[in-house]
Nanobody, 123 residues
Framework: QVQLVDSGGGLVQAGGSLRLSCAAS????????IRWFRQAPGKEREFVAA????????YYVDSVKGRFGIARDNAKNTAYLQMNSLKPEDTAVYYC????????????????WGQGTQVTVSS
């Protein structure tokens, strides 16, 4: 059974940092691109960042470029989202996802989802 377990969310003041983790099991992690999405209350789920299966390429939504960094450790079957300079508008539930689609495919038609982790940024 495939599982993606998201963790690392919390409450942080504006300007602060958080690192989210996505621990995978039940799949060959190194075969999958990993994405992070987020969903704020009353809004649609939004693509945030993606990293290729071989860690060679990354892609970000414009609103997080220069502030967020996506990474992965295939030996640990884990992906990360380092979030710096957080803003109140970054408040959302963050989800990791795995798929084999092209890196710049920002749709939510992924193969597997994590359960989400809440990030709240206070002003």
């Amino acid at each position: 059974q495939v599982q993606l377990v998201d963790s690392g969310g919390g409450l942080v003041q504006a300007g602060g940092s958080l690192r989210l983790s996505c621990a995978a099991s039940g799949l060959t992690f190194s075969n999958y691109n990993i994405r992070w999405f987020r969903q704020a209350p009353g809004k649609e789920r939004e693509f945030v960042a993606a990293i290729t299966w071989n860690d060679r390429d990354r892609y970000y939504v414009d609103s997080v470029k220069g502030r967020f960094g996506i990474a992965r450790d295939n030996a640990k079957n884990t992906a990360y989202l380092q979030m710096n300079s957080l803003k109140p508008e970054d408040t959302a539930v963050y989800y990791c996802a795995a798929d084999t689609h092209p890196l710049r495919d920002t749709s939510s038609l992924v193969d597997y989802w994590g359960q989400g982790t809440q990030v709240t940024v206070s002003s």
